[in-house]
C-alpha cells in the first residue's frame, strides 16, 4: 500500500511539470569484459608471463582507487592504455603466450567498441605518458625490452579489470532535474 502511494506521488510529481527528464550520456561495456571466456583467456595468458617475471616489486600499470575506477571518469585512460597494448605490446609472432591469438580479438574489441565514447585527451595523456615511462624504466632496469613486455603481458589482468570496472554498463536512465535549478 505505501508503496503504490509513493508510486502516486512520483507520477504526479513528473506529471506536474515541475520536473523536466533529462537523459544522461551512457557507455555501454563492451561485451568482451562481461564474457567469462575472454575473462579466463586474459588470466590465462597473464599468469604464464607472471610466472616468468622475476621482478613482483615493479608495476607497470598506474594505480587506480577503486572509488576512481567507480567514478566512471576513467574509462577512457583505460582505453588508450590498451590502445597501447594492441599497437605496442600484445604481438602476433608471440607464440609463448597462451591464449594470445583469443585474448587480441577480444580487445580490439573493446578497443573499437570504446573509441566513440573516448574522443578527448585530457586526463588520459598523464597516465598513457606514466605506463610508458614505467614501461621504459623497466626495459632499462632490467636491460632487456622482451622481459618489460613480458611484464606487461603479465599485467593484461589488471588492464582488463580496470576497463571492466571502470566502463560502466548501465542501460540508458533517465534522471529528473527540478524546473528551478
Known amino acids: 500500500m505505501k508503496c503504490i502511494a509513493i508510486l502516486a506521488l512520483i507520477c504526479a510529481y513528473l506529471l506536474s511539470g515541475t520536473a523536466t527528464p533529462v537523459l544522461r550520456t551512457v557507455r555501454h561495456r563492451p561485451r568482451p569484459l562481461d564474457n567469462s571466456e575472454t575473462w579466463n583467456n586474459v588470466i590465462v595468458m597473464a599468469k604464464h608471463a607472471q610466472a616468468r617475471d622475476r621482478d613482483h616489486e615493479t ?104 576497463l571492466y570496472e571502470s566502463c560502466t554498463s548501465v542501460d540508458a536512465e533517465q534522471t529528473t532535474i527540478s524546473a528551478d535549478q
Do not use: W
Request: glycine share 2%; aromatic share 8%.
Open 59 to 162: 608495476r607497470l600499470i598506474p594505480e587506480i582507487s577503486s572509488d576512481k575506477l567507480k567514478a566512471g571518469n576513467v574509462c577512457c585512460i583505460n582505453a588508450r592504455i590498451l590502445d597501447y597494448y594492441l599497437s605496442d605490446i600484445l604481438h602476433a609472432d608471440q607464440i609463448e603466450y597462451p591464449r594470445l591469438h583469443l585474448v587480441k580479438p577480444d580487445l580490439k574489441r573493446v578497443a573499437r567498441d570504446l573509441k566513440p565514447h573516448c574522443n578527448s585527451n585530457r586526463d588520459d595523456k598523464e597516465y598513457l605518458q606514466q605506463f610508458r615511462q614505467n614501461l621504459e624504466r623497466a626495459a632499462e632496469m632490467y636491460k632487456n625490452k622482451r622481459t618489460a613486455t613480458n611484464k606487461a603481458i603479465g599485467e593484461t589482468d589488471i588492464l582488463f579489470h580496470y
